[in-house]
Nanobody
Framework: QVQLVESGGGSVRAGGSLTLSCVAS?????MGWFRQAPGKEREGVAA????????WYVDSVKGRFTISQENAKNTIFLQMNSLTPEDTAMYYC??????????????WGQGTQVTVSS
């Protein structure tokens, strides 16, 4: 079982920045970040393949969010800039992410809340 522990969420004003961190007991294939806003489906936001460093982003965050890794510590990060109220959601770290038209994953963290005020 993969254990994922997120940190770094919080409240910020529009235009601000936050960095999320996720420590994994083991990195499992593609790692990534998802988010779920109230009343909406969970959606994939960014993903990274630790072996190569290849990254993927959903269109709504391209140019604003950056996913990165620190392999020695089994840690991935999500740097979020130019945040808007539409980015408000619970953010989940995920392992063994399945990319495609709709992303999914086999392992999930408990989530960290990000709230952006206008």
């Amino acid at each position: 079982q993969v254990q994922l522990v997120e940190s770094g969420g919080g409240s910020v004003r529009a235009g601000g920045s936050l960095t999320l961190s996720c420590v994994a007991s083991v990195t499992k294939n593609v790692m990534g970040w998802f988010r779920q806003a109230p009343g909406k489906e969970r959606e994939g936001v960014a993903a990274i393949f630790p072996l190569t460093g290849s990254t993927w982003y959903v269109d709504s965050v391209k140019g604003r969010f950056t996913i990165s890794q620190e392999n020695a510590k089994n840690t991935i990060f999500l740097q979020m800039n130019s945040l808007t109220p539409e980015d408000t959601a619970m953010y989940y770290c995920a392992a063994d992410v399945q990319l495609g038209q709709k992303w999914s994953a086999h392992h999930w963290g408990q989530g960290t809340q990000v709230t952006v005020s206008s």
